[in-house]
């Protein structure tokens, strides 16, 4: 079975600082796509960083990276430059055929 | 703003009645798929609709059903409610199957008392 591990349920980062949200995931696929979602209190589902399984190189958009770790099964996300804008539930996700698998969300404060 | 909106936003329905909800996907996409979101969980897979017919579905019961129509907006039946369907239900619409490219509505916040 494919799942999807978040072990943080909250964070709190300081105005300006950097952040990393921890994700596993298990799946027998060898080629596949993990996401981070945001969620903010709106509840729509906004897609922060895509990463594909066959690309070695880790996906950037702009403050925020990941670090995929295939063999270890990680993908977690940093966020740079942390903004008030920032606050809000992340899921991280797999893609499994035709539908996505989501984590339990990590709830992230930014204090200012 | 994705396109994909939903309707409505809140509903409040009793134990056992019977509630629709609605998705109108982003132009050019032909496929929608529906999510539940319980309070502090990540969404679940309920099913996919790929140019009006089901391709997918998650582990929920036949209580829940779907359509889709020829302009790819989307409906989610769920009769026999039970207080436990008290939930988030987002839809997401895709140009494929795939969930890829997949853009999120708002939401329904459905509560059942």
């Known amino acids: 079975a494919q799942t999807v591990t978040q072990s943080q349920p909250e964070m709190s980062v300081q105005e300006a600082e950097t952040v990393t949200l921890s994700c596993t995931y298990d799946?027998?696929?060898?080629?596949?796509?993990l996401f981070w979602y945001k969620q903010p209190p709106s509840r729509q589902m906004i897609l922060v960083i895509r990463q594909e399984a066959y690309k070695q190189q880790n996906a950037t958009e702009n403050r925020f990276s990941v670090n995929f770790q295939k063999a270890a099964k990680s993908f977690s996300l940093k966020i740079s430059d942390s903004q008030l804008g920032d606050t809000a539930m992340y899921f991280c996700s797999l893609d499994s055929s035709y539908k996505l698998i989501f984590g339990s969300g990590t709830r992230l404060l930014v204090r200012p | 703003e994705t396109g994909v909106t939903q309707s409505p936003t809140h509903l409040i329905k009793t134990r056992g009645q019977q509630v629709t909800l609605r998705c109108s996907s982003q132009?050019?996409?032909?496929?929608v798929s529906w999510y539940q979101q319980a309070l502090g969980q990540g969404p679940q897979f309920i099913f996919q609709y790929y140019r009006e017919e089901e391709n997918g579905r998650g582990n929920f019961p036949p209580r829940f059903s779907g359509l889709q129509f020829p302009n790819y907006s989307s409906e989610l039946n769920v009769n026999a409610l039970e207080l436990d369907d008290s939930a988030l239900y987002l839809c997401?619409?895709?140009?494929?199957?795939?969930?890829?490219?997949?853009?999120f509505g708002q939401g329904t916040r459905l509560t059942v008392v």
């Open positions: 799946t027998s696929e060898n080629n596949y796509y």
């Open positions: 132009s050019g996409h032909n496929t």
């Open positions: 997401a619409s895709s140009t494929n199957p795939s969930p890829n490219e997949a853009f």
